[in-house]
């Protein structure tokens, strides 16, 4: 079955640039299918990043449009988030996640990232 | 951009009880474009229900997704211990693509 998993730092500075990466198992990127980020702050509701097709189409969330890239390797079977700009509103726990039926699903286990100095 | 607002945001129940939670969008939408999960704490969230009233794969029948238009339900016919949880209802709008969750309902018991 499919198998999503985050990747990336657990750490990072204000102003800097996160970047994460979600390892696809089981299933070929290059075969279809959209997938995204999501992100949920401690304690908080769950937010849509973005959103990335197997050839390239990306749609992000108008909120974060202006900080947000969202890539893909289909010769590596994963895909990438960078997100600009940081402050600590942006501390969050980020889901990778294959889109199916309008939703998400499955999702990967996910990965903290805590915006500090 | 659909707002989806989900109520209440507490529900406190006892197992075996039946659980109904409530999710109102801010404008008319299709019902094939909504969907609710389960999230319990320190997981990932798991799809439920989508097009509104199909359950997903392994998704035990007392759950059960209905409405249209601006109003979804959520409803758990005999609450289990392993049903408390976070719930989220979730839309897809296609042009172009973008996804709004509800505040979630918190399930617990009581």
């Known amino acids: 079955q499919v198998q999503l998993q985050e990747s990336g730092p657990g750490l990072v500075k204000p102003s800097q640039t996160l970047s994460l990466t979600c390892a696809v198992s089981?299933?070929?990127?290059?075969?279809?299918?959209?997938w995204g980020w999501i992100r949920q702050p401690p304690g908080k509701g769950l937010e849509w990043i973005g959103s990335?097709?197997?050839?390239?189409?990306?749609y992000y969330n108008p909120s974060l449009k202006s900080r947000v890239t969202i890539s893909v390797d289909t010769s590596k079977n994963e895909f990438s988030l960078k997100l600009s700009s940081l402050t600590p509103e942006d501390t969050a726990v980020y889901y990778c996640?294959?889109?199916?039926?309008?939703?998400?699903?499955?999702w990967g286990q996910g990965t903290l990232v805590t915006v500090s100095s | 951009e659909i707002v989806l607002t989900q109520s209440p945001g507490t529900l406190s129940l006892s197992p075996g009880e039946r659980a109904t939670l409530s999710c109102r969008a801010s404008?008319?939408?299709?019902?094939?474009?909504l969907v609710w999960y389960q999230q319990k704490p320190g997981q990932a969230p798991r799809l439920l229900i989508y097009?509104?009233?199909t359950r997903a794969t392994g998704i035990p029948d007392r759950f059960s997704g209905s409405g249209s238009g601006t109003d979804f339900t959520l409803t758990i016919s005999r609450l289990e211990p392993e049903d408390f949880a976070v719930y989220y209802c979730?839309?897809?709008?296609?042009?172009?693509?973008?996804?709004?969750f509800g505040q979630g309902t918190k399930l617990e018991i009581k």
């Open positions: 996640a294959k889109l199916e039926y309008g939703g998400f699903d499955p």
């Open positions: 089981g299933y070929f990127i290059s075969n279809g299918y959209y």
């Open positions: 990335i097709y197997h050839r390239g189409n990306t």
């Open positions: 404008q008319t939408v299709s019902s094939s474009s």
């Open positions: 097009g509104a009233s």
């Open positions: 979730q839309h897809y709008g296609s042009s172009p693509p973008a996804y709004s």
